[in-house]
């Protein structure tokens, strides 16, 4: 099936840059020069090939000079078994300082890697079933799914399938090793929309019509500077048509993409300028087929759940159990842990370990008998199952600490965070979700949260100090909107005082049981401006 849906490539190449290193070398064939390079050493990298190593993945850290980098991985939904995080761990204490983190996109991130070691790192990730390939770069990302799938009780369907055909007809494939600008896809039949088709270039949901289920299809969705909700295309789709839907999405981005300008390239910027009926349209065209007409879509009112916590599975008699992170950051010894204790008190043969998009990680499979004992062996090496609304819902970036684009420091400030929160606000126990980014590039997706952050500086007495734009209101799902800029300029040592202003507030202000993300989105700008009006004054 999937050999017959290879298409020419058709595009017009742009004049920038990154447009023409890669009509010189495509990004996949670096990999053919790493030996070399692991040979010669960091000196003898061409400058083009930095840019081509994040097809694999591979990012320099900062500062770029210093010779180390970091390693995201590709993981389709986050489905891990213990072999493969016994793995990962092993890396993690041999090259990576001992600790890793949980990304966004449910894969698992090393740093303070040498280019030396990259060759047995590859060897040795590839021995148990991992890739890092299309990770990062001008190509298909990691296809992002439903931790759950095939678990939860109340999902629409098991998009299991479907995931795993996408992704891999799309891994590897020179067919779309040449795309505008990254591309992000989710595929999920969960009823709740963890998996945020809002803010992927191509979002693919589970829809019910009547007694018969499939999916729907949201295009153009993404963050950054110039943030985009996707739209939804009018269409039903059985479970036999999302790949071809997927394929053929992706060769009209390949092929109409803006090229000419870095800023404009994601398919979000050509989704805007058609809308959903003309890019329907075009895909149909392409594809030489019709797909079935739907227009009556239903989202939830409030998504973004991460399924952490212990739940009862669809199969009877086992749970799930969630392990939450505080900025998805673990060390190896605890990555260890899990894979050790999950085959103790898992089902043999079926246990595994998931990872989430909020950066957590799921134990699944496991017998109501092992639960507890589960539990206590995971609280024993250090970790969190049974978490504070404040541990659960923050999400956060690299931040300065690696990244050579953020201005602030978010990973470490979300760890310290979370415990002056439960300090600080005890007296909150509804859910709050709280985003970190450390620039406007938006990698802790500050946008769509409640309370979002985004790294940001100030001068005082000339020195700079960091700072974070404060933004409220954001949410995905029904009546999907982006935060506003409400606060600039928060002292970093004060972030978690101005949360709690805004909790603090809305307690004072909500309607009966309005939840909090209800209460931001009908409150006005002004009215949300005036929670810090008083501190701005005695500033002043």
Same mark, same amino acid.
Request: charged letters at 25%; one cysteine or more; a positive charge.
């Given at each position: 099936?999937?050999?017959?849906?290879?298409?020419?490539?058709?595009?017009?190449?742009?004049e920038t840059?990154?447009?023409?290193?890669?009509?010189?070398?495509?990004?996949?064939?670096?990999?053919?020069?790493?030996?070399?390079?692991a040979?010669?050493g960091?000196?003898?990298?061409?400058?083009?090939?930095?840019?081509r190593f994040?097809?694999?993945?591979?990012?320099?850290q900062?500062?770029?000079?210093?010779?180390?980098?970091m390693?995201?991985?590709?993981i389709?939904?986050g489905?891990?078994n213990?072999?493969?995080?016994?793995?990962?761990?092993?890396?993690t204490?041999?090259f990576?300082h001992?600790?890793?983190d949980?990304t966004?996109?449910?894969?698992?991130?090393?740093h303070?890697l040498?280019?030396e070691q990259?060759p047995?790192?590859?060897?040795?990730?590839?021995?148990?079933?991992?890739?890092s390939?299309?990770a990062?770069?001008?190509?298909?990302?990691?296809v992002?799914g439903?931790?759950?799938?095939?678990?939860?009780?109340?999902?629409i369907l098991?998009?299991?399938?479907e995931?795993?055909?996408?992704?891999?007809?799309?891994?590897?494939?020179p067919?779309f090793?040449?795309?505008?600008r990254?591309?992000?896809?989710?595929i999920s039949?969960?009823?709740?929309m963890?998996t945020q088709?809002d803010i992927n270039?191509v979002?693919?949901?589970g829809?019910?019509?009547?007694q018969?289920?499939?999916?729907?299809?949201?295009?153009?969705?993404?963050?950054?500077s110039?943030?985009?909700?996707a739209?939804?295309?009018?269409?039903?789709?059985?479970?036999e048509d999302?790949?071809p839907?997927?394929h053929?999405?992706?060769?009209?981005?390949?092929?109409?993409?803006?090229r000419?300008?870095?800023?404009r390239?994601r398919?979000?910027?050509?989704?805007?300028?058609?809308?959903?009926?003309?890019?329907?349209?075009?895909?149909?065209?392409?594809?030489g087929?019709?797909f079935?007409r739907h227009?009556e879509?239903?989202?939830?009112?409030?998504?973004?759940s991460d399924h952490?916590?212990?739940?009862?599975?669809t199969q009877?008699?086992f749970?799930w159990v969630?392990?939450?992170l505080?900025g998805?950051?673990?060390?190896?010894?605890q990555?260890?842990?899990i894979?050790d204790?999950s085959?103790?008190?898992?089902?043999?043969?079926?246990?595994g !370990?998931?990872g989430? /998009?909020?950066?957590?990680?799921?134990?699944? &499979?496991?017998?109501?008998?092992? $639960?507890? *004992? +589960?539990?206590?062996?995971?609280?024993?090496a250090?970790?969190?199952?049974?978490p504070?609304?404040?541990?659960?819902?923050?999400?956060s970036?690299?931040? !300065?600490?690696?990244? /050579?684009?953020?201005?602030?420091?978010?990973? &470490?400030?979300?760890?310290?965070? $979370?415990? *002056? +929160?439960?300090?600080l606000?005890?007296?909150?126990?509804?859910?709050?979700?709280?985003?970190?980014?450390?620039?406007p590039?938006?990698?802790?997706?500050?946008?769509i949260a409640?309370?979002?952050?985004?790294?940001?500086?100030?001068?005082?007495?000339?020195v700079?100090?960091e700072?974070?734009?404060?933004?409220?209101?954001?949410?995905?799902?029904a009546?999907?909107?982006?935060?506003v800029?409400?606060?600039?300029?928060v002292?970093?040592?004060?972030?978690?005082h101005?949360?709690?202003?805004v909790l603090?507030?809305?307690?004072?202000?909500?309607?009966?049981?309005e939840?909090?993300?209800?209460?931001l989105g009908?409150s006005?700008?002004?009215d949300l401006?005036?929670?810090?009006a008083e501190a701005?004054?005695?500033?002043?």
């Open positions: 099936m999937i050999a017959t849906l290879s298409t020419p490539r058709n595009f017009t190449p742009g840059k990154e447009e023409q290193l890669k009509l010189v070398k495509d990004g996949l064939d670096v990999i053919k020069d790493l030996p070399r390079y040979k010669e960091f000196q003898a990298i061409d400058a083009d090939d930095f840019t994040k097809w694999y993945g591979v990012y320099q900062k500062p770029k000079e210093d010779g180390y980098f390693l995201r991985t590709r389709p939904g489905l891990l213990p072999i493969q995080l016994r793995e990962m761990a092993a890396l204490d041999d990576a001992g600790f890793a949980v966004t996109r449910q894969t698992v991130q090393l303070w040498r280019i990259f047995e790192i590859f060897r040795r990730l590839e021995s148990v079933g991992i890739t390939s299309g990062c770069g001008d190509i298909a990302r990691n992002v439903c931790p759950v799938a095939g678990m939860d009780p109340d999902a098991d998009a299991s399938a995931l795993k055909a996408v992704d891999a007809h799309l891994t590897n494939n067919e090793s040449n795309l505008p990254k591309y992000k896809i989710s039949g969960c009823r709740i963890c088709p270039c979002g693919v949901f829809l019910e019509r009547g018969e289920r499939g999916y729907g299809i949201k295009v153009g969705g993404g963050l950054s110039a943030p985009h909700l739209q939804t295309l009018p269409v039903f789709l059985r479970p999302v790949l839907m997927a053929f999405t992706s060769v009209i981005y390949r092929d109409h993409g803006f000419d300008k870095r800023a390239a398919l979000k910027f050509l989704m805007a300028d058609w809308g959903a009926e003309k890019f329907l349209a075009e895909v149909e065209r392409v594809a087929r019709t079935e227009t879509f239903h989202f939830p009112e409030n998504p973004e952490v916590g212990v739940h009862a599975q009877k008699g749970y969630g392990v939450c505080a998805g950051r673990l060390t190896g010894q990555m260890r842990a894979a204790l085959e103790k008190f898992g089902e043999k043969g079926k246990v !370990i998931r989430t /998009n909020k950066q957590n990680l799921i134990i699944v &499979n496991v017998p109501e008998k092992g $639960v507890e *004992e +589960l539990k206590k062996g995971l609280v024993a250090g970790l969190v199952v049974e504070s609304n404040f541990r659960k819902g923050c999400v970036c690299t931040g !300065i600490e690696f990244c /050579n684009l953020a201005v602030g420091e978010t990973k &470490n400030r979300m760890i310290r965070m $979370v415990g *002056e +929160l439960e300090t606000c005890s007296h909150y126990q509804d859910q709050v979700r709280i985003h970190f980014s450390g620039c590039s938006s990698c802790g997706q500050h946008q409640d309370i979002g952050f985004r790294g940001a500086t100030r001068t005082v007495d000339g700079k100090k700072c974070f734009d404060m933004f409220l209101g954001g949410k995905t799902g009546d999907a909107r982006f935060n800029l409400i606060q600039p300029k002292p970093y040592e004060e972030v978690h101005y949360i709690d202003k603090r507030a809305y307690q004072a202000k909500k309607s009966g049981s939840t909090l993300t209800r209460w009908r006005s700008k002004d401006k005036s929670i810090f701005n004054g005695a500033a002043n």
